[in-house]
């Protein structure tokens, strides 16, 4: 069984400043990492996601995650937010066979200062 | 293409009452998933469809909920009897096939207050 674990359940920070929202997931089986943003009252958005190959992941709009098996970590980050960026954000994690079920951490609210 | 949908947005209900909530995924997604997501939390998934056979409903509680998803398309998920604990949102999701590499697609949510 795989399980995702959100070390932060807030982030504060100023508009233009980086932020790091970290990820830590627990698998006995290889895994595909997802990280999804939800807006205030909208779905789930998929931002990025890891399947294979490079560890290091981009989003169109900025964002970056970087998979590290040895440290069963998918941190998110970003070296510059905007205030459009203040959303909740959430890891994910499947097995890499074909149940495709995601399994979410609990959670991050990133809060964009002005 | 046209996305995840599901109505109604919004419904509040007394407890002990019956509710259902429907989703239509995007044509041609052969598998359904509907996620709860409680205030503060994760979404927790509650059963997957892969066109109308059911692949995964482990985590739904079958004494009060169900979910159908009749010729393979749009699927209906009930609770009945409601419990306050019920108040959440429900999430529908497709994907094209079954696996994580194929992407979820959410809809909007069903947001369910439960008095």
């Known amino acids: 069984a795989q399980s995702v674990t959100q070390l932060d359940s807030q982030v504060p920070v100023f508009e233009e400043a980086p932020v790091e929202l970290r990820c830590n997931y627990s698998s006995s089986v290889s895994v595909y990492l997802f990280w999804y943003v939800q807006y205030p009252n909208q779905g789930l958005q998929l931002l990025l996601k890891y399947l294979s190959g490079s560890t290091l992941v981009e989003s169109i709009n900025g964002f970056e995650a970087e998979f590290n098996k040895s440290q069963t970590s998918f941190h998110l980050r970003k070296p510059s937010v905007h205030i459009s960026d203040t959303a909740e954000y959430f890891c994910?994690?499947?097995?890499?066979?074909?149940?495709?079920?995601?399994?979410f951490g609990q959670g991050t609210t990133l809060q964009v200062k002005p | 293409e046209a996305g995840v949908a599901q109505s109604p947005r919004y419904k509040i209900i007394e407890k002990r009452q019956s509710v259902a909530f429907w989703c239509n995924p995007i044509?041609?997604?052969?598998?359904l998933y509907w996620y709860q997501q409680i205030l503060g939390q994760g979404p927790k998934l509650l059963i997957q469809?892969?066109?109308?056979?059911?692949?995964?409903d482990s985590q739904l509680p079958k004494d009060r909920f169900s979910a159908e998803r009749l010729k393979g398309v749009d699927s209906t998920l009930k609770i009945q009897p409601a419990k306050l604990e019920d108040s959440a949102v429900y999430l529908c999701a497709s994907s094209f096939a079954g696996g994580g590499g194929y992407g979820y697609t959410f809809g909007s949510g069903t947001r369910l207050t439960v008095v």
């Open positions: 994910a994690v499947s097995d890499s066979g074909n149940t495709g079920k995601l399994i």
């Open positions: 044509s041609g997604h052969a598998t």
């Open positions: 469809f892969q066109n109308n056979g059911v692949v995964d």
